[in-house]
């Protein structure tokens, strides 16, 4: 096998892997032979899905992680390599989103939810990506939201946050080519998370209510993360030679 060769074992690291997409994609991944590192601040969460991913004979290791901050990326990063070996797949899923109107949305929070979407992605591309160049294969995956092409009002950093992530993807892209490093970008449309749980009752009917006015509500329903999780395995599983570059999942429409 030539050192370029892509191994049959590849260690993935999904973020954000407490709840949701993450967790969803944390399962797949597992359940379809992949070594899977779980990263989020909440680890008592991450303990109880790793445990349901070595009942089922997944190999998998648990690290807190706050993307936010460098030096738990820095942490995380080498308690994974150590634990797994070299990681060959990342899945960059971190995010939260609050609603707000953009003017009377205090900057310091703005400029948080930028940090966690846009340089708390970067923070894991500086950690894994140097070393999948010099091996010259690996996968990126960026989590964004149909928001970066679709803004919808009341949620303006997050909308910012992923327009960001998206740019900084598709420079990566031409900046990757001929190394072997694959930076690909999964774009939901409405899923079913824990995303605004937490929102207040009549800030959620307030979004909601705009989000029909502007058209961006045409039908009720919502996608389960699995529909994620199994688009994230496609664009990892395809084979070298080939870059899914973008896919966007959208809930289908109620058979009329």
Request: avoid cysteine; charged fraction near 25%.
């Amino acid at each position: 096998m030539s050192k370029y060769d892509r191994p049959d074992r590849r260690p993935t690291v999904v973020t954000g892997a407490s709840s949701g997409i993450g967790a969803a994609t944390a399962l797949t991944l597992a359940a379809a032979g992949y070594p899977v590192a779980l990263g989020a601040r909440r680890v008592d969460r991450l303990d109880d899905l790793a445990a349901s991913i070595r009942e089922s004979g997944g190999e998998v290791v648990v690290s807190p992680l706050d993307v936010t901050d460098p030096d738990s990326v820095t942490a995380f990063a080498a308690e994974v390599v150590a634990a797994l070996g070299d990681v060959e797949t990342v899945v960059s899923n971190a995010g939260a989103v609050a609603p707000g109107t953009i003017h009377e949305v205090d900057s310091e929070r703005f400029a948080a939810e930028l940090d966690l979407t846009i340089t708390g992605a970067h923070r894991l591309v500086r950690a894994f990506v140097p070393a999948m160049v010099e091996r010259r294969r690996g996968d990126v995956v960026f989590v964004s939201s149909d928001v970066a092409v679709r803004a919808r009002p009341f949620m303006s950093a997050y909308a910012a946050g992923k327009w960001g992530l998206e740019g900084m993807a598709h420079a990566m892209q031409m900046e990757l080519e001929g190394t072997g490093v694959r930076a690909s970008i999964v774009r939901p449309g409405p899923t079913w998370s824990e995303m605004g749980t937490d929102w207040d009752v009549d800030e959620a009917a307030l979004v909601l209510t705009a989000w029909e006015r502007f058209g961006l509500a045409r039908h009720p329903h919502f996608m389960k993360p699995q529909a994620l999780a199994d688009a994230i395995r496609f664009v990892v599983d395809a084979p070298r030679g080939v870059h899914v570059n973008l896919i966007e999942v959208n809930p289908e429409a109620p058979i009329a």
